[in-house]
């Protein structure tokens, strides 16, 4: 069994899309020169001046943070080096019950255009599914500064049966299914913050 057919996180895929032919930064901005209305919109994208912001990075997407907010309470997860994710893999990220919540994730775009950003979260308790997220970010050019996608609000489970510990995997990857960060990490509701 391949680990695509074992792996219960994987994006859903639109029928009859097909995935564009890659182009680095010169080809793109050598296509079409003559059309102004393409060139500003290139221009907008950073094709021009685009910097590298960690230059022993691989990957052209990488992702900075998680930040959970509900109303004034900012949870700042930092997800930008494996001690980072070490470190938040050690402590359960606390969530009062019943709070209506956002997640936004932060990210820097570098050398390249990189299509259809994907964000995938799957939440589990006792082993079962009980959540399944996959939101559509977009696409992004190189830029220096973060990138940031917020997503719909939701509401935390509530109730005694829903306190205790959840085992999260998050996902971020782009439409031709390049993995830029994988993770996992716990949640626990509680029925305050502490």
Same mark, same amino acid.
């Given at each position: 069994?391949?680990?695509?057919?074992?792996?219960? @996180?994987?994006?859903?895929?639109?029928? +009859?899309?097909?995935?564009?032919?890659?182009?680095?930064?010169?080809?793109?901005?050598? @296509?079409? &020169?003559?059309?102004?209305?393409?060139?500003?919109?290139?221009?907008?994208?950073?094709?021009?001046? &685009?910097?590298?912001?960690?230059?022993?990075?691989?990957?052209?997407?990488?992702?900075?943070?998680?930040?959970?907010?509900? +109303?004034?309470?900012?949870?700042?997860?930092?997800? =930008?080096?494996?001690?980072?994710?070490?470190?938040?893999?050690?402590?359960? %990220? $606390?969530?009062?019950? +019943? $709070?209506?919540?956002?997640?936004?994730?932060?990210? $820097? %775009?570098?050398?390249? %255009?990189?299509?259809?950003?994907?964000?995938?979260?799957?939440?589990?308790?006792?082993?079962?599914?009980?959540?399944?997220?996959? #939101?559509?970010?977009?696409?992004? +050019?190189?830029?220096? #500064?973060?990138? #940031?996608?917020?997503?719909?609000?939701?509401?935390?489970? =509530?109730?005694?049966?829903?306190?205790?510990?959840? =085992?999260?995997?998050?996902?971020?990857?782009?439409?031709?299914?390049?993995?830029? @960060?994988?993770?996992?990490?716990?949640?626990?509701?509680?029925?305050?913050?502490?």
């Amino acid at each position: 069994m391949s680990k695509q057919e074992n792996d219960d @996180l994987i994006p859903t895929q639109t029928e +009859g899309y097909k995935v564009s032919e890659k182009k680095n930064i010169d080809e793109l901005t050598q @296509l079409d &020169a003559n059309d102004a209305s393409l060139n500003k919109w290139k221009e907008s994208l950073g094709l021009n001046h &685009a910097q590298e912001r960690f230059p022993n990075d691989p990957r052209s997407a990488v992702v900075q943070a998680l930040v959970f907010q509900s +109303g004034d309470r900012i949870i700042r997860m930092d997800v =930008s080096t494996p001690e980072a994710i070490k470190k938040l893999q050690e402590k359960p %990220v $606390v969530i009062k019950e +019943g $709070v209506e919540y956002t997640f936004k994730i932060e990210f $820097v %775009v570098q050398r390249e %255009v990189v299509s259809g950003l994907k964000f995938l979260q799957q939440i589990k308790r006792l082993g079962l599914p009980v959540e399944t997220t996959e #939101e559509m970010c977009g696409s992004y +050019g190189p830029k220096f #500064e973060n990138q #940031e996608r917020t997503f719909p609000a939701s509401v935390a489970p =509530s109730g005694r049966l829903a306190r205790g510990k959840y =085992s999260v995997r998050s996902k971020f990857i782009d439409d031709d299914n390049t993995p830029y @960060l994988e993770w996992t990490w716990t949640m626990e509701i509680k029925k305050d913050w502490e």
